[in-house]
């Protein structure tokens, strides 16, 4: 029999991991495959690959996920994650991949009962015809608890080696991890923002404001403090250094053709990207939070400089900052 080639949905996580190993193990040739979010997950896959010794393709995520994220048609989990519309559409783009890589079936870490919304054998199922699989996918850590797959019947896989294991504890998991020395998994806490709840507070509050969002918004919003301006701008402040440099890493390009405006403090205070006003429009509120969240010891006159398409100029702030120009009421920081 030809050697068979599998695609393996790779988290950075445990689960999937385990899954690509037992499935290596079986003289398989495995190619990893990482969707990578535009919402940002905090995982390392190139490390794991490089353990396992496969190939590694990274695909972004487009705004077909983002709209999906936004009216996902089987709802949500507990929090802005739609795991069930998420699985579908990460295995249809799995389709493609293993077609366009002459692969034979695609192998993904779920685990049964493992997560409450998507890891039902209900759910698999809708997943599975939704995505029109067509018997393609093998989940190798549960697959005793689901008859034979074709993978498993036409004896491509051995099913007396795949697994049965079931429900949230990763202890299982941690012994064969050990047992095949598995080695560059993120901890089993790690990974979507969409599960998590100030992320999704963030979220839903910025499709309530944002009818068509552009990617640039969409990969900002995991980064910084956001407010929303009485002038009906949006403002994000980084919390350090690095994310003041991830904001203009992923911005520079929206503000270079002038659809947002960056600001970079030449002192110890935070860097900012607008949007949703032109640069000829910035409020006053700018300069105010830009220099309430700088180093309370500051005691001179400081530069701001402001990017703006292809030109730049500079607003002074004096320190200490005394003057407020906001209301009574502070603009709330949005989660
Ligand atoms: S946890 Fe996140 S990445 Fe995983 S299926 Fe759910 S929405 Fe998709």
Not at 6 to 13: E, M, V
Not at 128 to 146: C, W
Not at 227 to 237: C, D, K, Q, R, T
Request: hydrophobic fraction near 40%.
């Amino acid at each position: 029999m030809a050697k068979k080639k599998a695609i393996s949905l790779l988290s950075g996580g445990l689960d999937s991991t385990l899954a690509t190993k037992l499935i290596l193990d079986q003289g398989i040739e495995v190619i990893g495959l990482f969707l990578e979010s535009p919402f940002g997950c905090k995982d390392d896959v190139s490390l794991i690959a490089e353990h396992l010794g496969i190939r590694l393709i990274t695909v972004q995520k487009g705004m077909d996920y983002v709209d999906l994220v936004r009216n996902p048609k089987y709802g949500y989990g507990k929090n802005m994650n739609p795991c069930i519309d998420c699985r579908i559409y990460m295995f249809k783009i799995a389709q493609q991949v293993m077609d366009a890589e002459g692969a034979d079936f695609i192998i993904t870490g779920e685990v049964l009962g493992q997560r409450p919304m998507s890891q039902r054998k209900e759910a698999m199922a809708i997943i599975d015809r939704d995505s029109q699989s067509d018997e393609r996918i093998l989940r190798p850590l549960s697959a005793q608890f689901f008859p034979p797959t074709l993978m498993e019947r036409e004896g491509w896989v051995d099913r007396d080696k795949l697994l049965n294991l079931t429900g949230r504890s990763r202890s299982e998991q941690l012994k064969w991890a050990e047992r095949l020395k598995l080695k560059g998994y993120a901890a089993p806490a790690g990974g979507c923002l969409l599960t998590d709840a100030n992320f999704s507070a963030r979220l839903s509050e910025f499709f309530d404001r944002t009818s068509a969002p552009t990617m640039t918004e969409v990969r900002l919003l995991r980064l910084g403090r956001h407010f929303n301006l009485s002038n009906g701008a949006h403002l994000i402040l980084g919390r350090n250094a690095e994310e003041s440099e991830e904001l203009w890493e992923i911005s520079r390009k929206t503000v270079l053709e002038g659809e947002m405006t960056f600001f970079r403090a030449d002192f110890s205070g935070p860097d900012a990207v607008l949007s949703g006003k032109t640069c000829s429009e910035i409020s006053n509120e700018v300069s105010h939070l830009i220099a309430k969240y700088s180093n309370k010891s500051l005691v001179s006159q400081k530069e701001v400089e402001v990017v703006c398409g292809k030109s730049t100029f500079i607003i002074n702030i004096n320190f200490p900052y005394t003057s407020n120009p906001l209301s009574k009421e502070e603009l709330p920081v949005i989660q």
